[in-house]
Nanobody, 117 residues
Framework: QVQLVESGGGLGQAGGSLTLSCAAS????????IGWYRQAPGKQRELVAT???????QYADSVKGRFTVSRDNAKNTMYLQMNNLKPEDTAVYYC???????????WGQGTQVTVSS
């Protein structure tokens, strides 16, 4: 059974930093696409960043230069380093693994990030 467990959310200040972690079990990253998404109140879930060994790394324009996605294959854990936080980064953040061979998506439970001005 695939399970993604997130940690590291909380309250941050504008201009500050937070790091999110997502530990995976039941699936290895390998050639699959890993990523982070977020959903702000009243808005649709949106892509923040994705990473794969085949397609490289992609970021939403709104976070380019501020956020960095990374992974530790030995720990089967992915990270989202968020720097220079802005109030508009406030959202529930979800980690995702998209398994290529059957196009199935797995999601973490979500972690709240709130940025105060």
């Amino acid at each position: 059974q695939v399970q993604l467990v997130e940690s590291g959310g909380g309250l941050g200040q504008a201009g500050g930093s937070l790091t999110l972690s997502c530990a995976a079990s039941g699936i290895t990253f390998g050639i699959n696409v890993i990523g982070w998404y977020r959903q702000a109140p009243g808005k649709q879930r949106e892509l923040v960043a994705t990473m794969s060994s085949i397609s490289g790394t992609q970021y939403a324009d709104s976070v380019k230069g501020r956020f960095t996605v990374s992974r530790d294959n030995a720990k089967n854990t992915m990270y989202l380093q968020m720097n220079n936080l802005k109030p508009e980064d406030t959202a529930v953040y979800y980690c995702n693994v998209h398994r290529r061979w059957n196009s199935e998506d797995y999601w973490g439970q979500g972690t709240q990030v709130t940025v105060s001005s």
